[in-house]
């Protein structure tokens, strides 16, 4: 939609949607990392139409220049190909740290490099933050739970994660990621903001990301099996992408210091989750002929999962607006979008 109220002119300038007026005390100049990724590309709509001054870094590992390309060219937006393992110097009042790989089959093709990016990487962004008295903001994730032993997760739970499995790149990666940002809180002074981010779905993420939102919409939309990891009984509750980066951002200016989850408790079974989405696009009229297979199980994979949101209500007094159902038609579109410009891009 936002790429619609950008206009290209015929000199190949752009003009860009009504930005919100700041004054210049209000202005700040903010680094997001990952900030082509799927999460981060949202947050960096919201941050530019609010007037900001925003700087993305992303080594495009899993992000992808199309997802900010429509504000290259704006003088608040800076867009640089960075890998945050390696130290970055710039001047910024806020940092939004998203960068890391998020969905399973990536964070596990190179779990080496996920653990650098999660530790060296968030070593770099506290560094950096601490030499020039930004506010961090780290996207942590509710696999710092693991396989949890108690429902729904609230934050005073400490977690049951394998620290051997195939996902602990990610969830120890994250985990001690939040121990360094309370480390360099406590001894260096930094403000830290810590999202715990629940599963989350929307437009922008990746074709062959691996999620089970994006496989079983493409699955739908092909007319190809049903991917079941394991018997479908487990669970996970799904936030569409506009409420996370509204708490995101909530959390950000806020007071709160402490973890916070940010997710929505509307929990489901993947089974049940699978003939949802068969149903919202048979009922789209674009008939779905899929049926569900089930394939192995996941190693260590969650068996339940639903957030306990009390704190972001009574702290940064954030909780989601969107229903799942509407959210899930705006994806489906999305990639109906996606295979029609790919099929094109073939026939090219
Ligand atoms: P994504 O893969 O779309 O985005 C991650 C971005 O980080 C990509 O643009 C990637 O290229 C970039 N990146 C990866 N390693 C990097 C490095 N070393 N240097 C620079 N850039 C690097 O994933 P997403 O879904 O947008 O997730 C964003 C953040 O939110 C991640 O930190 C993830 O752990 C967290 N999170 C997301 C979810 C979710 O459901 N989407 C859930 C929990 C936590
Ligand atoms: N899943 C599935 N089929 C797929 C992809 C995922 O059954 O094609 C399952 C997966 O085993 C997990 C749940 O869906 O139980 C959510 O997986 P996802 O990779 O989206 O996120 P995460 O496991 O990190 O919550």
């Known amino acids: 939609q936002l790429h619609k109220r950008i206009q290209i002119l015929e000199d190949g300038k752009k003009t860009y949607p009504e930005v919100d007026f700041l004054n210049y005390k209000d202005r700040k100049r903010i680094l ?13 709509d919201k941050l530019m139409l609010q007037g900001h001054e925003v700087t993305v870094v992303d080594n495009f590992f899993t992000g992808r220049k199309r997802n900010v390309e429509h504000w290259i060219g704006h003088e608040n937006f800076e867009l640089l190909h960075h890998d945050i393992v390696n130290p970055l110097f710039i001047e910024v009042d806020q940092i939004y740290h998203l960068a890391s790989p998020a969905s399973p089959p990536f964070y596990m093709y190179n779990p080496i490099k996920t653990i650098k990016t999660n530790s060296i990487g968030t070593i770099n962004m506290l560094g950096l933050a601490r030499r020039v008295r930004a506010r ?11 396989d949890p032993e108690i429902h729904p997760q609230h934050e005073e739970y ?80 799904f936030q569409y992408v506009s409420d996370l980066v509204d708490g995101l951002v909530a959390l950000m200016n806020g007071n709160f210091s402490l973890p916070v989850n940010i997710g929505n408790p509307d929990e489901h079974t993947i089974i049940e989750f699978a003939q949802i989405i068969k149903k919202l696009i048979d009922s789209a009229g674009k008939r779905s002929d899929s049926e569900i297979v089930n394939k192995p199980a996941m190693t260590d994979d969650p068996q339940k999962r639903k957030p306990d949101i009390s704190r972001a209500k009574k702290y940064i007094n954030w909780q989601p607006k ?27």
């Open 158 to 237: 400490w977690g049951h994660v394998n620290p051997i499995g195939p996902r602990a790149c990610y969830d120890e990666g994250k985990r001690v990621a939040e121990t360094m940002c309370y480390a360099y809180q406590k001894q260096e002074g930094v403000e830290v903001r810590v999202a715990r981010i629940f599963n989350t779905f929307g437009p922008r993420m990746h074709m062959n990301d691996g999620r089970v939102v994006s496989n079983f919409i493409l699955q739908c939309l092909q007319n190809e099996p049903i991917t079941i990891y394991g018997e479908g009984k487990q669970t996970r509750s």
């Open 32 to 44: 997001v990392t990952g900030g082509a990724g799927f999460v981060g590309s949202h947050l960096v």
């Open 136 to 146: 961090v903001l780290l996207a942590s994730t509710s696999e710092v739970y693991g």
């Open 322 to 348: 969107v229903d799942m159902l509407l959210g899930i038609n705006k994806t489906i579109e999305y990639f109906r979008n996606e295979l029609h410009r790919s099929k094109h891009s073939e026939r090219n």
